[in-house]
């Protein structure tokens, strides 16, 4: 023991003399792990030590963890029990000794010092947190720390060592892992026996509503248990009348910006406390209090989030039950808005504190689950050996994973939503909005540069929209844009304006049919030379068979009076040269049109 309360008043860090020590008090049979019986010896001796060191401590007046000789380790001052601390964490984290040691010689510390003590003691314990927490170390010491806590949590007043009781569970919560049970109220049981008392009778001279006081207090019956709220209707029933007096008297008399800022949270060391004080006297004051009024709805919440859980209420719970509590809980809701300072921030953290506590449930409810995962070994490949890539039923990944959601769910291909083709302008739509310079998008983020994009509305523009989708070899994939969706500045760059192709094939059609009138005109004369020829020779055929009618025909033209065959050839033969000469006439201005000139042989036709 001697050796021990030597060495730790040497300077240096424990390394470099713990494990000497060690070897130099137990002489153990292996030169760095101690077998169980020496690990034994060496911890009665540690717990014999430590507590002749704290009653060393206490008859000096010191406080437990400034005791002792002062010693410069890298410009930090330690005490003599940190000191004997920290030589034996070093131990069990280098696995010399058994690694519950240390957790037993915390426990015996936390035991022999007073509450003030205590507070130095867990700042030294959550300081080495992380290598208490250390696998080798957790495993052997768990339980101890739990029952340390736990003892110390029994210990401390509630309603002074509030700070210190939070600094714990806070602890506990992260020294222990999520999927831990032993801090997890599996069977939801409530804490029963934590009652509000408030006075019955009406005090005497003074005026205050008392049954509203009544009525108000009366509800932290139900808040401490709240399900027999949704195993007794007749409590329920009791519990609603109670709320909406209390939601009716908070509607009429609101708070101001100015009360709220007057007599909103100062600071947290001022303010805080774990219950309010029931004195018919105070009523008045607490109305006007926004942290009060806070501190009623917010349990309001709680029992309704609590009551609507899913999968352990239904049977109780009826449908009036249930529309009742939605509209409770939309009042009390507004009026958490209403409340200053800054009510509707409140709500929203409220709000999402509740949505978070449903995932709680649900693990609880599951059986606690662990979070943890196992960290996956990726297999080396060896030299040589080629990767086998995976099958898939289908070709790939995703089509595998498409046809299985069908399998599990039929109208997934049945459903007509499943493929829907869009509009034409509803996809050009964001295009058109980048071609818009008062937009201010810039280039490179432009759905023009997006291939796909670009590819599929072509498809699309060639199924709906041909006229647009020929206008992409002209102005390209903007040109294939419709126009109504352009602004009128874009627009005119688009409008449709005959191309050097058109024009050369309208040239070329205004020329071809030039010809063909010219040849349809070269061909009617002649037409009509054999026409006369053949009606000389009737004429010459007719006149040996009826000279009488030759002479009266004859007689009748040179008198200037003709027959009507006579006038009907007459007319027919003007039409046709009046027709011809038309023709011609046409034929001559569109060539001129074309081709900017007169075509010389045309012209020599049209003199002859």
């Not at 029992?303 to 719970?317: E, R, T």
């Amino acid at each position: 023991m001697e050796v021990f309360r030597r060495a730790i008043l040497q300077p240096g860090r424990p390394e470099t003399f713990a494990l000497k020590t060690v070897q130099d008090v137990i002489k153990p049979q292996k030169q760095t792990k101690l077998a169980q019986d020496e690990n034994q010896l060496l911890e009665n001796m540690l717990r014999t030590l430590l507590q002749e060191l704290v009653s060393s401590a206490v008859q000096s007046g010191e406080e437990i963890m400034q005791y002792g000789k002062s010693i410069d380790d890298e410009d930090e001052t330690q005490g003599v029990i940190p000191r004997l601390l920290d030589v034996v964490l070093y131990l069990c984290e280098k696995e010399h000794v058994e690694g519950g040691m240390i957790f037993q010689l915390l426990e015996d510390l936390t035991e022999m010092s007073t509450v003030r003590n205590c507070k130095d003691i867990f700042r030294y314990i959550e300081s080495k947190q992380d290598i208490l927490g250390k696998q080798e170390l957790f495993a052997r010491g768990k339980l101890v720390m739990l029952r340390t806590c736990n003892q110390l949590l029994r210990r401390l007043s509630k309603a002074t060592d509030v700070v210190f009781c939070g600094r714990i569970l806070m602890f506990l919560a992260h020294f222990f892992p999520l999927s831990e049970r032993s801090a997890v109220n599996i069977k939801g049981v409530f804490n029963t026996s934590n009652e509000t008392k408030y006075e019955k009778d009406p005090p005497e001279g003074i005026s205050v509503d008392f049954n509203f006081y009544k009525t108000l207090w009366s509800l932290q019956e139900y808040f401490c248990n709240p399900a027999s709220l949704s195993t007794a209707p007749v409590k329920w029933q009791k519990f609603t009348s109670s709320l909406m007096v209390v939601l009716n008297t908070f509607e009429a008399q609101p708070l101001s910006e100015e009360e709220g800022a007057d007599n909103g949270l100062q600071e947290e060391a001022t303010t805080f406390s774990i219950k309010y004080l029931t004195s018919s006297k105070l009523m008045g004051l607490e109305l006007k209090d926004p942290s009060f009024r806070r501190h009623i709805l917010l349990q309001c919440l709680i029992v309704f989030d609590y009551l609507k859980a899913p999968g352990k209420n239904d049977k109780d719970s009826s449908e009036s039950m249930k529309e009742e509590i939605k509209s409770c809980e939309d009042r009390v809701k507004k009026l958490l808005e209403m409340t200053p300072p800054k009510g509707k921030d409140f709500l929203h953290c409220i709000e999402h504190i509740l949505e978070r506590e449903k995932n709680w449930v649900w693990w609880k409810r599951d059986g606690c689950p662990p979070f943890e995962k196992q960290p996956i070994e990726k297999k080396t490949v060896h030299d040589g050996a080629k990767k086998r890539r995976p099958r898939w039923r289908l070709g790939n990944k995703e089509l595998s994973q498409l046809w299985k959601w069908a399998d599990q769910n039929p109208n997934a291909l049945t459903d007509p939503q499943r493929v829907r083709t869009p509009a034409i302008s509803d996809y050009w739509k964001p295009l058109a909005e980048d071609m818009d310079e008062s937009a201010g998008i810039e280039a490179e983020y432009h759905h023009k540069n997006n291939r796909v994009y670009c590819w599929k509305g072509l498809r699309l523009s060639a199924r709906q929209d041909l006229e647009g989708f020929s206008k992409f070899t002209e102005h390209g994939i903007e040109g294939v844009v419709p126009l109504e969706l352009l602004p009128p500045e874009v627009r005119s760059k688009f409008q449709g304006k005959p191309s050097d192709k058109s024009k050369r094939a309208k040239k070329e059609e205004m020329k071809s049919s030039s010809h063909q009138v010219e040849e349809s005109q070269i061909a009617t004369p002649a037409s009509e030379i054999d026409g006369e020829g053949i009606r000389a020779d009737m004429e010459a055929s007719a006149i040996p068979m009826d000279t009488d009618v030759t002479a009266a025909t004859g007689n009748n033209s040179q008198g200037g009076t003709s027959t009507p065959e006579e006038h009907q050839k007459q007319s027919s033969d003007t039409d046709v040269g009046q027709e011809a000469g038309q023709l011609e006439a046409d034929a001559e201005v569109e060539a001129g049109m074309i081709d900017g000139e007169t075509d010389p042989e045309a012209e020599s036709d049209h003199v002859g």
